[in-house]
């Protein structure tokens, strides 16, 4: 079992940055991939990043590359989303979410374990 609990969402203008973090309990973290997906209000969840326990390798939308940076600190059993250069479309709640699956998956039912998720909010 993992429990996810993510923090650091917030209220930001159109070029700034955010930093999520996604706090996991259980001893084997370091054996999960873990994903961040978005939901915006009215539209399905969407996949934004991932980064393998295996390898560590990452795996980005298309829409957020280059501005996004997944990581993970096993030591402290935390995932973080550097987000930089935020658009008032990437607006949206925010989930945390697990697998046991070794490389990155953009599909959100190959997610076993899922947070509460925390809004992200872009002004124009």
């Known amino acids: 079992q993992v429990q996810l609990v993510e923090s650091g969402g917030g209220l930001v203008q159109a070029g700034g940055s955010l930093r999520l973090s996604c706090a996991a309990s259980?001893?084997?973290?370091?054996?999960?991939?873990m994903g961040w997906f978005r939901q915006a209000p009215g539209k399905e969840r969407e996949f934004v990043a991932a980064?393998?326990?295996?390898?560590?390798?990452?795996y980005y939308a298309d829409s957020v590359k280059g501005r996004f940076t997944i990581s993970r600190d096993d030591a402290k059993n935390t995932v973080y989303l550097q987000m930089n250069s935020l658009k008032p479309e990437d607006t949206a709640l925010y989930y945390c979410?697990?697998?046991?699956?070794?490389?990155?998956?953009?599909?959100?039912?190959?997610?076993?374990?899922w947070g509460q998720g925390t809004q992200v909010t872009v002004s124009s």
């Open positions: 979410a697990a697998t046991n699956i070794p490389v990155p998956t953009t599909l959100p039912h190959q997610y076993a374990y």
């Open positions: 259980g001893r084997t973290f370091s054996s999960y991939t």
């Open positions: 980064i393998s326990w295996s390898s560590g390798s990452t």
